[in-house]
């Protein structure tokens, strides 16, 4: 393998692209419109335009990507995550273009890219599962029976998606022909797919993964898990390594169901089998994700591991280094994904120039990101700026020292989730380890934020008008801290 394509933009483009450096590996770049000046166009060895802004005319092309490899004489594709890093058919067409993709097989992507099919799969190895249906739900009359066996309050969700789509709670069986229209509905617009399924809601859920390598000699290995429960519109802003809740019993059990999750497809690469943990600590299968997930450096900080590294090795044929045993867990690592998002307007996606990014330095911080000052957030892409990563001894460590880091992090310009990040860090819930995937809808506080924003505001305001000199010994002497706590009283007065 001399040469890799990455088919792919931004941050997770940089750092495939660093690790094939390390590797000797030449890279190719592909870009549209767009991402003429991004990042990752200038760090390739090549870059190759494919296309007009919208990813549906360019990054999501499979025809684009291969002949892209065939210009450049790529021999190897990455794919990275989304885009096309999970189609089956993509895969394929690499496959039959000569082409290595680092990657699964498209007969293992076809299997666990369904939830029922996946399912299926896992059942062959006795995996557990949240009672439901095992198939497509056709009738709607048997579907409401085998609900109210099931037991209310029961989730509708499609079988050929994620992300939320297509999911709907029922809780009691008169909504249940209203929701399950609902539900086919979203599904077939999002996915072009309507099947859907019900299972038992669980009330509680912890969202917790294991992330697997498998190599084309039969092996595979578990690498932990990965606790991904804090989200919004079911979809995850920050992770940690190792979960907070799992006990090393729990935690050799699931990482054996996950292998054998992956066995059931004769997994090759790097994968995520996903689980939801319920209030008794009973785990179920709920998916598998066919490629890099974006919060893999949790993963690779705890056990010092290169998973991009891995996946190329096993591309080229290469078996595992290492077996079960030799894998280790050091550590606490915890990811936030820094999002161009106002988490004061629902985390809906803002958009503008990075007018201030000036990246957070020192022991166990990491961040992975493809912009730089004076770089504008294109409205086309995912609205992730970067992943800020903190490392340390353990949890508490992790925890302080990303509240250090989102402090020195600065971005003007855009919304951002730093300070909802600096938020969880500090509530109670997340720091005893007591929370769920509920933890937006049931803390997040949006006046916590616009508090401290207008503090921050002002304390600006008040050094601005201070001369140097004056400023180190207010500062020590808390008269800013004071002047911010008299304002505060004097408009809660005025209101």
Same mark, same amino acid.
């Given at each position: ?71 450049? %004489? ?27 993709? *680092?990657?699964?097989?498209? +007969?293992?992507?076809?299997?666990? %890219? ?15 599962? #949240?009672? /439901? ?16 066996? #099931? ?14 789509? %297509? ?16 539900? #086919? ?34 092996? *595979? ?12 519109? !079911? ?19 699931? /990482? ?75 550590? !606490?690592?915890?990811?936030?994904? #820094? ?25 166990? *911080? ?41 402090? +020195? ?87």
């Amino acid at each position: 393998m001399r040469k890799i394509l990455v088919a792919n933009r931004g941050e997770i483009a940089l750092r495939i692209m660093r690790s094939a450096r390390e590797m000797g590996i030449k890279t190719v770049a592909v870009f549209s419109e767009a991402d003429r000046a991004a990042l990752h166009v200038r760090y390739a060895d090549e870059a190759i335009c494919i296309g007009p802004a919208a990813s549906n005319q360019s990054y999501l092309v499979a025809e684009k990507i291969i002949a892209a490899c065939v210009t450049t %004489g790529a021999d190897a594709i990455h794919p990275g995550y989304g885009f096309l890093s999970e189609n089956a058919e993509f895969a394929r067409q690499v496959r039959d273009a000569g082409l290595t993709l *680092i990657g699964p097989s498209p +007969e293992a992507m076809e299997i666990m %890219g369904n939830k029922l099919s996946a399912k299926a799969a896992a059942l062959k190895y006795n995996i557990p599962m #949240v009672p /439901g249906t095992e198939e497509a739900i056709k009738d709607v009359e048997e579907a409401k029976l085998r609900a109210i066996e #099931v037991g209310f309050p029961i989730l509708i969700k499609a079988a050929a998606g994620g992300g939320g789509k %297509g999911m709907r709670v029922v809780d009691s069986v008169g909504d249940f022909e209203e929701q399950m229209q609902l539900a #086919v509905s979203e599904a077939t617009s999002a996915f072009g797919d309507g099947s859907v399924f019900i299972e038992r809601y669980v009330s509680s859920p912890r969202h917790i993964e294991i992330q697997v390598l498998g190599d084309t000699h039969g092996n *595979i290995v578990h690498l932990f898990e990965r606790e991904c429960s804090i989200q919004r519109r !079911h979809q995850k802003v920050i992770e940690e390594a190792p979960s907070s809740i799992l006990s090393p019993e729990i935690r050799s059990q699931m /990482g054996k169901c996950a292998v054998d999750v992956a066995r059931s497809v004769n997994y090759v690469g790097a994968g995520t089998v996903e689980f939801i943990l319920d209030e008794q600590l009973d785990f179920y299968f709920l998916e598998m994700n066919t490629r890099l997930q974006v919060e893999h450096p949790v993963t690779e900080l705890i056990t010092g591991l290169d998973l991009v590294k891995e996946q190329i090795r096993i591309a080229r044929g290469e078996a595992l280094s290492f077996n079960q045993q030799d894998i280790t867990m050091k550590g !606490h690592a915890i990811e936030l994904r #820094v999002y161009a998002e106002d988490p004061l307007n629902n985390f809906l996606p803002d958009i503008g120039t990075l007018t201030t990014y000036k990246t957070p330095k020192g022991i166990g *911080i990491r961040v992975d990101d493809g912009f730089e000052e004076g770089m504008e957030i294109p409205i086309y892409y995912d609205p992730m700026i970067a992943k800020l990563i903190t490392y340390g001894n353990t949890r508490q460590d992790a925890i302080e020292r990303m509240i250090r880091a989102i402090d +020195e992090y600065e971005i003007t310009g855009i919304q951002t989730t730093l300070g909802f990040g600096k938020f969880v860090m500090q509530h109670e819930a997340f720091r005893s380890g007591n929370f769920d995937t509920h933890f937006v809808s049931k803390y997040f506080n949006t006046s916590s934020l616009v508090n401290e924003q207008e503090d921050e505001a002002l304390i600006a305001a008040l050094i601005s008008v201070i001369d140097a000199d004056n400023t180190k010994s207010l500062l020590k002497s808390n008269v800013l801290e004071q002047a911010v706590s008299n304002w505060r009283k004097n408009r809660l007065k005025i209101k």
